[in-house]
């Protein structure tokens, strides 16, 4: 399980993938009504590829936005797959195309996506070369579709991954987008830039994020704040420079929040250092978000991922032990909700190939 999207308490979906021996990835959606978990059948053609994780927006139980890349390598021109539900039948099309001059077999990468509200919602893409997901890529961008008119949002070339997407409105859209490639696994780091940017309706406006730090996710707060994890600036294990942490903006300067008991692991000797790759408000002023020991990517084994709270200038932790290997790639709290959702996979068994199980958790405050 690879997303999660939570316009109500009682309307929660979950997307995720099979990744079968043949090299093909079909969707997996999941409805939860506030009783029960029902599967959301998709259409037949709407396929995936392994490895890409499938993201998913929803502003209601009839506003169901579902992204994949487009499964196949191909010259010239590129593009994402989106299906749309509206509570009772499904279409589905093609992503705005970019031109990716210099690429022989480009391949689309969708690394976030967020529902502004009804028939309005964005999602961040990545081309690179197929041949090659560590060559440089040749285009990143967001694109909107606001009731039915799509429309492309061209970031720098030093910007190779949007991390993170967070829609408060319709005119108030924040994202995140960084010169690494981050928990995407995109292409390859081509500079240390972490820029938090703000959508007003009308155009995107751009605030640098603070040096040496480096975002894997963004959660708008109001018109005027947010917050950004990854890593920060810090004195962490073995004397590293950085560890695991959150920025606060509050529209007119930055405030540091080091996580350091998520960096050392509730305790626990490693031999990494933990990142906060995904994030949502807690409805008061703080957050939760999940601490991995390395960016999680889709058929990757699962690492020990924690659960953490911030909140009156204080982190606690919850800890996941319990639940075996598991990675979480996404967190979604619904409004007025005090239930977390967080999806993932996990181990199933310890046996060859380490076959995976996809995870929904659910954390009641």
């Known amino acids: 399980m690879s997303g999660v999207s939570a316009p109500g308490s009682n309307d929660v979906w979950a997307v995720g993938g099979t990744l079968t021996n043949s090299d093909q990835s079909f969707p997996v959606l999941e409805h939860w009504d506030g009783r029960a978990w029902k599967t959301v059948k998709m259409p037949a053609s709407f396929k995936g590829f392994p490895f890409d994780p499938y993201q998913i927006a929803a502003s209601s139980a009839a506003d169901v936005w579902v992204f994949t890349p487009a499964g196949e390598p191909k ?9 749309h ?8 099309g093609a992503l705005p195309s970019v031109l990716v001059a210099g690429n022989n077999s480009p ?4 690394t976030a996506a967020a529902a502004a509200g009804p ?16 060559g440089l890529p040749a285009a990143t961008f967001l694109a909107n579709d606001d009731r039915g008119t799509w429309r492309t949002y061209r970031l720098p070339a030093s910007l190779v991954d949007v991390a993170g997407i967070s829609a408060l409105s319709r005119a108030d859209v924040w994202a995140v987008a960084t010169g690494d490639p981050g928990t995407s696994g995109v292409a390859s780091g081509v500079s240390n830039d972490s820029v938090l940017m703000r959508f007003n309706g009308r155009s995107w406006q751009s605030i640098p994020e603070p040096k ?4 894997d996710a963004v959660a708008g707060v109001s018109a005027h704040s947010a917050w950004v994890t990854g890593l920060v600036p810090g004195k962490g294990p073995d004397h590293v420079t950085y560890v695991a942490g959150a920025a606060y903006w509050n529209g007119a300067r930055w405030t540091i929040v080091p996580d350091v008991a998520a960096d050392e692991g509730f305790g626990q000797e490693t031999d990494y250092v933990d990142a906060l790759t995904s994030v949502t408000p807690d409805g008061r002023g703080g957050l939760w978000t999940v601490a991995e020991g390395y960016a999680p990517i ?11 709270h911030y909140a009156n200038g204080r982190w606690t932790g919850v800890q996941l032990g319990s639940l075996g290997d598991l990675s979480l790639f996404q967190l979604a709290r619904a409004p007025g909700s005090g239930s977390v959702w967080a999806v993932g996979t996990a181990v199933a068994a ?10 929904i958790l659910r954390y009641q405050n």
Do not use: C, F, Q
């Not at 539900?85 to 589905?92: C, E, Y």
């Not at 040496?212 to 975002?215: C, T």
């Not at 310890?350 to 995870?359: C, I």
């Open 85 to 92: 539900w509206n509570g009772r039948s499904w279409t589905t």
């Open 298 to 308: 889709v058929g990757s084994l699962p690492g020990p991922a924690s659960l953490w």
């Open 119 to 134: 028939g309005d919602v964005w999602v961040g893409v990545t081309v690179s070369d197929w041949n090659t997901k560590s």
């Open 75 to 83: 010259t010239g021109p590129a593009a994402g797959r989106w299906a």
């Open 107 to 110: 391949s689309v990468t969708i």
């Open 212 to 215: 040496g730090a480096y975002a």
């Open 350 to 359: 310890a046996t060859p190939g380490y076959p995976e199980d996809g995870s």
